[in-house]
């Protein structure tokens, strides 16, 4: 389970939340400015008002106490619905009167305009373009990691799983579960490319960059009297990496880090050929011949035909490693990842594919979830609470990373699915709005503001409930508990 600081929660809101809400609405602001609806106010969070910021081209920006989102109010609307003629004409003349207040020699008093009054192009346009700025922030933030660098695999790395004392990388502090990344400055491509590497050295002594613990610390190791040694031919086994609780690998006393020699009696080929083998014996006893710690042991088990979700039919986790005798090394080959920096092309692709790809995700979510492919914890909906935890996950790893990318990329596929969900046709969204004018533009006439205020009103109601169910549980129940 991952647990989170606080603080960072707090931070994550302000670093993931906050500039996204602005630029959603930002969008929204300037698209009314381009088609010449008044906004009356640019609000951060949802009233009641705590006070008046600043005005800035005939709009009063404030901050309001709820933190949950922002708004823009165009004249003819109030927040969320819209208003009858008379509300309206009411807001146009204290429009009037606060800009000649506030009006100099050299200011023009801007002519009011509302939103009925625009055109049903222009307020589509209005009302799609917070979503819109949200997708070319996404793209931005997308491109500009490309730019910095996206992992990409640029050769292979080594992870030791088991280690002789006696050997001589163990006596010049190479430990278990360290990963070589190269040899004199050298990568490799994969597991014979290293040890190929590592016998014909020329540079003596041997120098290994090696990563080391949870927070792969980088660590360069000196091998010494390396050209004496003759080059064995490495052996393939089949590993126990893991062993679940109450399986027939559990009660048959199967442990991690022991080495598969032999299945009924035969030699194993590969970790395919293993996998093969336990299929065509389900429901019957076999017997695994064992090498731990150098010595051999059978053990007896049945593998199960129906095992738990999740578990195969032993209950293990297995990899396919080799053993090279000389090294008195046991090591599995790993692809070697590094953040690769993109041209500037490829990082324009890279952003319009990574948008799109965030797009698809969302819109086959509801078809996953059906299939199986994913449960449903996996695919609950978080509150702005859910999104912070998460956030505060990316930051840390940014932080543990030295790199900027993890934030980056949360930050980017946020936004993507802010800008989405705003577009549904729900009332009170975005899409709502924009699925009532294509509705007057098919009927020919808008239908009545109080008719689509009551329904603003009612979708609200219904997002608020449902925003304070999904508050509470990501309070009981914290997203990050399904971040493994």
Do not use: C
Request: charged residues 15%; aromatic residues 6%.
């Amino acid at each position: 389970m991952l647990e989170n600081n606080p603080i960072v929660v707090i931070l994550a809101f302000v670093i993931v939340l906050t500039p996204l809400i602005l630029i959603h609405e930002l969008g929204h602001f300037f698209a009314a400015k381009s088609v010449g609806i008044t906004i009356l106010e640019f609000g951060l969070g949802f009233p009641p008002k705590v006070r008046k910021l600043f005005t800035w081209r005939e709009t009063e920006f404030t901050l309001n106490w709820i933190p949950l989102g922002g708004f823009v109010r165009p004249l003819g609307e109030d927040v969320i619905r819209p208003l009858d003629d008379e509300s309206v004409e009411e807001d146009r003349q204290e429009f009037i009167r606060r800009q000649q207040i506030e009006a100099d020699a050299n200011h023009q008093i801007a002519k009011p305009k509302s939103v009925n009054e625009a055109s049903p192009i222009a307020r589509i346009i209005f009302m799609a373009a917070g979503a819109a700025a949200n997708f070319i922030l996404a793209f931005i933030l997308f491109a500009f990691v490309a730019l910095l660098g996206i992992q990409q695999i640029v050769g292979a790395s080594v992870q030791v799983v088991n280690l002789d004392s006696s050997s001589v990388l163990a006596q010049s502090g190479l430990r278990q579960d360290d990963i070589i990344t190269d040899i004199n400055g050298n990568k490799f491509q994969n597991t014979g490319e290293f040890l190929s590497t590592y016998y014909s050295a020329t540079e003596q002594p041997i120098h290994l960059n090696v990563l080391r613990g949870a927070n792969n610390e980088q660590v360069t190791l000196t091998v010494a009297n390396s050209t004496n040694l003759a080059p064995s031919a490495a052996q393939t086994f089949t590993q126990i990496r893991d062993v679940s609780k109450d399986s027939p690998a559990e009660r048959a006393d199967l442990r991690p880090n022991d080495l598969v020699v032999a299945f009924n009696g035969e030699t194993i080929s590969s970790i395919d050929d293993f996998r093969a083998k336990i299929q065509a014996n389900l429901g019957k006893t076999v017997v695994l011949t064992i090498d731990r710690d150098g010595q051999t042991i059978d053990v007896t088990l049945t593998p199960r035909a129906n095992p738990p979700q999740g578990q195969g039919a032993l209950g293990v986790v297995i990899a396919g490693v080799q053993k090279d005798a000389t090294l008195g090394i046991t090591f599995v080959g790993l692809p070697q990842i590094d953040y690769v920096p993109q041209s500037l092309g490829n990082s324009i692709k890279y952003g319009y594919d990574s948008v799109v790809d965030v797009i698809s995700s969302v819109v086959e979510l509801p078809s996953r979830l059906m299939s199986g492919a994913i449960t449903p914890q996996e695919a609950r909906p978080v509150s702005v609470l859910g999104i912070s935890q998460i956030g505060a996950v990316f930051i840390e790893q940014s932080i543990a990373q030295k790199r900027i990318t993890p934030i980056l990329l949360f930050i980017a596929t946020i936004s993507v699915g802010l800008g989405f969900f705003n577009l549904l046709p729900i009332p009170a969204l975005d899409g709502g709005r924009i699925l009532f004018v294509v509705i007057e533009i098919i009927r020919g006439k808008p239908i009545a503001p109080e008719r689509e205020g009551l329904v603003h009103l009612i979708g609200l109601a219904l997002l608020l409930s449902l925003s304070v169910l999904v508050l509470l549980n990501d309070v009981i129940n914290p997203v990050t508990n399904v971040l493994r």
